[in-house]
């Protein structure tokens, strides 16, 4: 089993729409969590990060649920600016990084 | 703002030849990442360091070595470059390794 499981999608959406992303990680001493933005031919860049209380950011939240060991990304109202892959990071502490593959979004008008 | 530059955005070397890529980050981090990116298989730990002068193996060091010699500075190093290195390669720094690391804009490689 991966270390850190994606649906490499594409999920193709309506502008509009509301969109869910799953990330399930195998380690359960995992310890903190990211969602990251990549667009085409770009660098990652950090979406937000994942409390376990889950958190907010405008059009974006971000759950964790430690006792079934995945993140959960949602998007409200997909504007075609969210088009890109989404990418779900893990860190078990020290040197213990890995990142997913990715989910691919695709909004169309 | 944290700036994270690389050396080159397109290299292209052939079989056998030695390249450098270059990483410089600007914010004092203490911890600078090598990855490499390739369809399907995500990114990937080659090398990072968490000091000058100390490195630590990632996931795929064989056939990559690296350098710090200066905080600010990461580098990465094939010594006899091979065909399957040809991808992109991505410099990240972060304050600590369990915290937001910042990417450069990475290199893509390709080894003829």
């Known amino acids: 089993r991966k270390e850190v499981e994606q649906d490499p999608g594409p999920f193709n959406v309506p502008e509009g729409a509301t969109v869910a992303f799953n990330c399930t990680y195998s380690n359960s001493a995992s310890q903190s969590f990211f969602w990251y933005r990549q667009d085409c031919r770009k660098e990652p860049k950090l979406l937000m990060s994942v409390y376990s209380s889950g958190n907010e950011d405008g059009r974006f939240t971000a759950q964790l649920n430690r006792a079934s060991q995945y993140i959960s990304l949602l998007i409200r109202d997909s504007k075609l600016s969210d088009s890109a892959t989404y990418l779900c990071v893990v860190n078990r502490g020290y040197q213990k990084v890995t990142f997913g593959t990715g989910t691919k979004l695709q909004v169309i008008p | 703002d944290v700036k994270v530059t690389q050396s080159s955005r397109y290299l292209v070397k052939r079989t056998g030849e030695k390249v450098f890529l270059e990483c410089v980050q600007d914010?004092?981090?203490?911890?600078m990442f090598w990855y490499r990116q390739d369809p399907g298989l995500g990114l990937r730990l080659i090398y990072f360091s968490y000091d000058v002068k100390m490195k630590e193996k990632g996931d795929i060091p064989e056939g990559y070595s690296v350098s710090r010699e200066k905080k600010e500075r990461f580098s990465l190093i094939l010594e006899s470059a091979s065909t399957n290195q040809t991808s992109m390669y991505l410099c990240a720094s972060s304050f600590l390794t369990d915290r937001e690391q910042y990417f450069g804009p990475g290199t893509r490689l390709t080894v003829l």
């Open positions: 914010m004092d981090h203490e911890n």
